[in-house]
Nanobody, 124 residues
Framework: QVQLVESGGGLVQAGGSLRLSCAAS????????MGWFRQAPGGEREFVAR????????DYADSVKGRFTISRDNAKNAMYLQMNSLKPEDTALYYC?????????????????WGQGTQVTVSS
């Protein structure tokens, strides 16, 4: 089992920045990659970014590329999402998740462990 706790969400004006954190505990050594997903009200959960746990290889959704940066700190069992130039359409509940199978890294169905989410609201 892996336990995940997100933090860092909040209310910010368009153009502003937030930094999300995800603290992991438990069997974190089983993780191949960790990812951020988000779900807006009435919408589907969508992929935002992911990073491989050992090599730090990253991937981003086109909608956030160039504005968001994902990183991890293996020693702290933590993952981060630096979000800059935020837009109202970034408003959503943001989740961190663990993939321990090594494929399907953009699909939420391939992530076995999830946090409770942290709310990000961007006002126009």
């Amino acid at each position: 089992q892996v336990q995940l706790v997100e933090s860092g969400g909040g209310l910010v004006q368009a153009g502003g920045s937030l930094r999300l954190s995800c603290a992991a505990s438990g069997r974190t050594f089983t993780a191949y990659a960790m990812g951020w997903f988000r779900q807006a009200p009435g919408g589907e959960r969508e992929f935002v970014a992911r990073i491989t746990w050992s090599g730090g290889i990253t991937d981003y959704a086109d909608s956030v590329k160039g504005r968001f940066t994902i990183s991890r700190d293996n020693a702290k069992n933590a993952m981060y999402l630096q979000m800059n130039s935020l837009k109202p359409e970034d408003t959503a509940l943001y989740y961190c998740a663990v993939n321990n199978v090594g494929y399907g890294l953009r699909s939420d169905r391939m992530y076995a462990y999830w946090g409770q989410g942290t709310q990000v609201t961007v006002s126009s």
